[in-house]
């Protein structure tokens, strides 16, 4: 019950995320809406895997696999960002 | 959870959308790292689904292995080699 109840709500956030990637309008609004609903949705749907069924080995892993998506997406996110707006900086500053 | 594998296959066309036709260079990386994040989530859910754990393996060394890509391109494209 708890793990339907996760998953919906993490389909949820997936599915407006992925709305927000096709309809924004700005890299970075863009940039956005990936980095919320990955994070939320995503992290909601790996939490109601591990609590599909009982406590098992194979909830470690799907621990250390969230763990992992939480820390890598930020930085993913904010790499993209810095180097998005570090190369629209220095073009203007060359075509003016 | 068919309907789960459902969404997040649509989710996966629906981002891949971006990837081929976004405006500029780093519209497709975003779009290539959510679509492999979905992946990742994807092959968990498999891995539930069919009680075999060697795919969880798999799922994390293809987490560890698109996080390094992304990066690695995002601070080449920043030195202004690669895009257009």
Known sequence: MIAKILISFGLV???IGT??????????????ASGVSDNAGLGLVLLGLI??????LQDVALAFLLFLLLL???IVTHSIAKSA???R???????? | MHLVEAVLLLSIVAVLYRLFGGPTSWDRLLAYNSASNR???????VAIVSKQ????????????LSFLGVVILARFMERGEGHR
Do not use: C, W
Not at chain 1, 51 to 56: D, I, R, S, V
Not at chain 2, 39 to 45: F, R, S, W
Not at chain 2, 53 to 64: C, K, N
């Open chain 1, 51 to 56: 609590a599909y069924q009982g406590m098992e």
């Open chain 1, 19 to 32: 709305l927000g990637i096709l309809r924004f309008q700005d890299i970075y609004s863009r940039l956005q």
């Open chain 1, 72 to 74: 890598t997406n930020p």
């Open chain 1, 13 to 15: 956030f997936v599915a």
């Open chain 2, 53 to 64: 754990q060697i795919y969880l393996d798999v799922a994390i060394v293809y987490a560890a």
């Open chain 1, 89 to 96: 900086h220095t073009g203007a500053k060359e075509e003016g």
């Open chain 2, 39 to 45: 992946v990742v989530v994807l092959l968990a859910i």
């Open chain 1, 85 to 87: 707006f570090t190369q």
